[in-house]
């Protein structure tokens, strides 16, 4: 059974032997940051697959029971492959994952792939992949996130610094989150797949607060039909600097969520223009 000094011995090891950590045995308690530092090209696995399940029937646990106010998992390295695991918080925490100072040119940045959130009532809101500790903190971007499944989240991803372009997010499903994607300074964020949404509180925030440009595009959404909550409401977007684009090319969005989608509110709140196009399944919106 591993514990956090077995993992913390067995990425040593694995940095010294060029080998990846195969995670077993749960479940492992972490009661402070996996801190990766400048560890390039690490490869940590358990054995869960996430398609289909909200949390897998996992062999690996992680349960967090850590200091608050800091992360799960720290890199400060580019190439991480991470994931097929499920993890409990059990107290709050700081982002799961968080990724600073990354190197400027590097191949291959982290992939985050199969991992599954729930939590404690006390651990609600919490970011799941933070981009960045302050504004000028590194080349942060290029982060793969892979099938999450996240309950009571914040956001899939915050972005904190100017340097966050090509994240790829592919077929995540959030439950209960309060934004899938919350952009603070901005970002540069592709998902692919279709994103899975129940009772979420708003999808994408955007923040002109940094330099990034604002580019997010949705491949495919689909909003569970049988809630009676009001799953993307726009009128929560703010901010966004010139040319700021959020598009979505497909949806399986019900009609009574998307006759309350409030682009009138959003104008009026954020003082900015729209032009939207929405034809017979997708839907487009520009920031102008």
């Not at 966050?164 to 692919?192: F, N």
Request: charged share 20%.
């Amino acid at each position: 059974m591993f514990n956090q000094s077995d993992l913390m011995a067995a990425i040593k090891e694995a940095e010294l032997a060029r080998s990846p950590v195969q995670l077993t045995g749960g479940p492992i308690v972490i009661t402070d940051t996996i801190d990766i530092g400048k560890l390039n090209g690490l490869k940590i696995s358990g054995s869960s697959s996430m398609i289909g399940r909200v949390k897998p029937s996992a062999t690996v646990e992680m349960i967090w029971n850590g200091p608050p106010d800091k992360p799960m998992f720290r890199s400060m390295g580019s190439g991480l492959n991470i994931g097929g695991f499920h993890i409990h918080l059990a107290s709050p925490v700081n982002g799961v994952f968080q990724f600073v100072d990354q190197p400027k040119f590097a191949d291959g940045k982290a992939v985050i792939e199969d991992v599954s959130v729930t939590c404690a009532d006390t651990a609600r809101g919490y970011d799941f992949v933070i981009a960045g500790e302050t504004q000028l903190d590194g080349h942060c971007d290029q982060i793969t996130i892979i099938r999450p499944r996240l309950q009571f989240a914040r956001s899939i991803l915050s972005t904190r610094n100017d340097q966050s372009m090509g994240h790829v997010i592919d077929s995540p499903h959030t439950l209960l989150c309060e934004y899938g994607l919350d952009l603070q300074y901005g970002g540069i964020v592709y998902v692919s797949g279709i994103w899975t949404t129940i009772k979420d509180k708003c999808l994408v925030k955007l923040g002109a607060q940094g330099r990034n440009n604002c580019l997010v595009v949705v491949n495919m959404l689909k909003i569970d039909s049988q809630t009676s909550e009001i799953a993307v409401d726009f009128s929560l977007v703010s901010g966004g600097s010139s040319g700021t684009l959020v598009k979505f090319n497909d949806g399986l969005v019900p009609a009574k969520v998307a006759k309350r989608w409030s682009f009138a509110q959003l104008m009026k709140d954020a003082g900015l223009g729209v032009r939207v196009e929405q034809g017979l399944h997708g839907l487009r919106m520009e920031v102008m």
